[in-house]
């Protein structure tokens, strides 16, 4: 079975614009988390989607984004980039055939913002 | 407050040396707590999961422990190798209808030869 795979691996933006990075998931995962890592801070939880809905969401502001496509496939949008939001950004694929809902994380988006 | 701390932040040990790292939260109701493995620009990868009925539980030269009681987990690295070198993350998730996870901020551990 493939991994989840996320594109692209790095990306180099600056102040103000946007960006929209995807994530697809192992096939037959109907869930997909996205997390924000910076250094010293440790993975914050961005939003959850299952079955083209959002069903939580982290505490970020309205510049973060997402959705989820009928294939599973999601992509998360940031608008109007700050420098703070350079981070490695995680998609996780989430099992729901567990009692714990186990999470397969992609390798990450390196997002650097200038 | 739901909160998961790591200890230490980092360590540096000799390859072939044993070492324990630790991990305490708050997190309640609990429902499973997960230890991961990240090397560095690489995504988080599931070392061992453990629900409140397991207090042991190993993968490979990793072995997991859980005192559901004072909500305290080890992680017990034997004879460990150049490639152990990491982030190790405590991941802990909530018994709720949103099966919310909380994250520990990791151990950077360092093995030298």
């Known amino acids: 079975k493939a991994g989840v795979t996320q594109t692209p691996r790095y990306l180099i933006k600056t102040r103000g614009q946007q960006v929209t990075l995807s994530c697809s998931p192992i096939?037959?995962?109907?869930?997909v988390s996205w997390y924000q890592q910076t250094p010293g801070q440790g993975l914050q939880f961005l939003f959850e989607?299952?079955?083209?809905?959002?069903?939580n969401k982290g505490n970020f502001p309205g510049r973060f984004s997402g959705r989820q496509f009928s294939n599973s496939r999601s992509e998360m949008n940031v608008s109007t980039l700050e420098l703070g939001d350079s981070a490695l950004y995680l998609c996780a694929s989430v099992s729901s055939g567990s009692s714990y809902n186990e999470q397969f994380f992609g390798p990450g988006t390196r997002l650097t913002v200038l | 407050k739901n909160q998961v701390e790591q200890s230490p932040q980092s360590l540096i040990i000799l390859e072939g040396k044993n070492c324990t790292l630790q991990c305490n939260y708050t997190v309640s109701p609990f429902s499973n707590l997960r230890w991961y493995k990240q090397d560095t620009g690489r995504g988080p990868v599931s070392l061992t999961i453990?629900?409140?009925?397991?207090n042991t539980k190993s993968n490979g030269r990793y072995t997991a422990t859980l005192d559901a009681d004072t909500k305290q987990s080890s992680l017990h690295i034997t004879a460990s190798q150049l490639s152990d070198s990491a982030s190790y993350i405590c991941?802990?998730?909530?018994?709720?209808?949103?099966?919310?996870?909380?994250f520990g901020t990791g151990t950077r551990l360092t093995v030298i030869p």
């Open positions: 989607y299952f079955s083209e809905t959002q069903r």
């Open positions: 991941v802990v998730g909530e018994q709720t209808g949103a099966n919310n996870l909380f």
């Open positions: 096939s037959g995962h109907r869930s």
């Open positions: 453990m629900t409140f009925s397991e």
